[in-house]
T-cell receptor, first 111, second 114 residues
């Protein structure tokens, strides 16, 4: 079976740090993606992790632990424009690029 | 250039109409995808093309017919749709380079079936 879990909603303050967790159980794993999606827009690629560890890209970092089936997206120095839905997606092995998405985490950044 | 383009941006069609959605990318990606997204839900995979061949069809009804004319273009032909097919249709493309994979989405076509 396959299951990807993320919190439904989170709230954080402008300038703060927030961590969005994602746990997964899938039959076959070949990488994990994080996407940002603003309301009414398409998902925007943020990161891809296939090896354990932390990948840093500016204010955003993504972490993966394959043994624990766990990832997180870390957003630093939050800005109001970071209010969006954050989607965790697992790429399954054995299928050409097939992504299984979690339900998404809606992040609200408050002043 | 990390752009995937889609046309049209919006489409309203009746249940007896035939229309097509178009997607284009010039990043040299050899895998292209169609996803369907309903409001407040994550994208759901419909089709995957790899090297211009259909590699995955997620049991999509035959009223949706994909086509990949060449490595840069992907079409989705629509015929006899139902109101419940109203959604955002997203095209994406991907490649693996140096062990790192990227998958980019186009802006989507917002479809309303009346």
């Amino acid at each position: 079976g396959q299951n990807i879990d993320q919190p439904t909603e989170m709230t954080a303050t402008e300038g703060a740090i927030v961590q969005i967790n994602c746990t997964y159980q899938t039959s076959g794993f070949n990488g994990l993606f994080w996407y940002q999606q603003h309301a009414g827009e398409a998902p925007t690629f943020l990161s891809y992790n296939v090896l354990d560890g932390l990948e840093e890209k500016g204010r955003f970092s993504s972490f993966l632990s394959r043994s624990k089936g766990y990832s997180y997206l870390l957003l630093k120095e939050l800005q109001m424009k970071d209010s969006a839905s954050y989607l965790c997606a697992v790429r399954k092995s054995g299928n050409t690029g097939k992504l299984i998405f979690g339900q998404g985490t809606t992040l609200q950044v408050k002043p | 250039d990390t752009e995937v383009t889609q046309t049209p941006k919006h489409l309203v069609m009746g249940m007896t109409n035939k229309k097509s959605l178009k997607c284009e990318q010039h990043m040299g990606h050899r895998a292209m995808y169609w996803y369907k997204q309903k409001a407040k839900k994550p994208p759901e995979l419909m089709f995957v093309y790899s090297y211009e061949k259909l590699s995955i069809n997620e049991s999509v009804p035959s009223r949706f017919s994909p086509e990949c004319p060449n490595s840069s273009l992907l079409n989705l032909h629509l015929h006899a749709l139902q109101p419940e097919d109203s959604a955002l249709y997203l095209c994406a493309s991907s490649q693996v380079q140096g062990g790192q994979e990227t998958q980019y989405f186009g802006p989507g076509t917002r479809l309303l079936v009346l």
